[in-house]
Structures are given as structure tokens and as C-alpha cells.
Nanobody, 122 residues
Framework: QVQLVESGGGLVQPGGSLRLSCAAA????????MGWHRQAPGKQRELVAR???????NYADSVKGRFTISRDNAKNTVYLQMNSLKPEDTAVYYC????????????????WGQGTQVTVSS
């Protein structure tokens, strides 16, 4: 199986920065798209940013110019650099990855990390 392990969340003041990391582990053949989603209390989960294996990106309008998604394919890791954080960024952030896993045969995977809490408050 494939597992995603997230780190980097925490409490930060408005205007501050955090960097989230998500590392994929397992008998991975390849990873395609990776992304970050977030869910605030009482709200639906929303896409924050997505990146393809080749480095093409897209962002939610609410985070453009403040957040940057990147990846290190050699480490099977995706990052989210969050700058100029606002209270409305407070949410649980989830990593997602899709790809191919080795087993008795090669098969598709679509997995999520455990979630990491980001709280922006003074």
C-alpha cells in the first residue's frame, strides 16, 4: 500500500508563514498529480493547490500570490509554502497523491494524508 505522511502544521500569527510537507511511502511505481486540500469547520473540503509530475500548477483564487506548491520527485514529496497567512486560512490541510503502486501487479492508487491542523490567530 501507499501512505502519505504530513508535517509542518501549527499555530501562527496573521501575516506569518508555514511550510507543509507530505511524503509518500510504499512500493511506489510512479506518482502523477499531487495536491493540497483544506477543510474548515462547517465548510466543504476545497482544493488549495495542485501540481503535476512535470511541474504544472494551479491554485485556488483565495491563495494565489501567497501560497506556492512544489515537489521533489526523487523524494516522493510535495510541499506547500504558505506566506502572508490570514485567519480565513485556518483549516485542516490534507495531502493527496495519485499514481501507480507495485504489488502482484501494478495498480492505481489515490490516497490521502492524515491531515494537519493550521491555525492562524493572534
Amino acid at each position: 500500500q501507499v501512505q502519505l505522511v504530513e508535517s509542518g502544521g501549527g499555530l501562527v500569527q496573521p501575516g506569518g508563514s508555514l511550510r507543509l510537507s507530505c511524503a509518500a511511502a510504499g512500493n511506489i511505481f510512479s506518482i502523477g498529480d499531487m495536491g493540497w486540500h483544506r477543510q474548515a469547520p462547517g465548510k466543504q473540503r476545497e482544493l488549495v493547490a495542485r501540481i503535476t509530475r512535470g511541474g504544472n500548477t494551479n491554485y485556488a483564487d483565495s491563495v494565489k500570490g501567497r501560497f506556492t506548491i512544489s515537489r521533489d520527485n526523487a523524494k516522493n514529496t510535495v510541499y506547500l509554502q504558505m506566506n502572508s497567512l490570514k485567519p480565513e486560512d485556518t483549516a485542516v490541510y490534507y495531502c493527496n497523491a495519485r499514481g501507480l503502486v507495485r504489488g502482484m501487479t501494478v495498480s492505481l492508487f489515490d490516497v490521502w494524508g492524515q491531515g494537519t491542523q493550521v491555525t492562524v490567530s493572534s
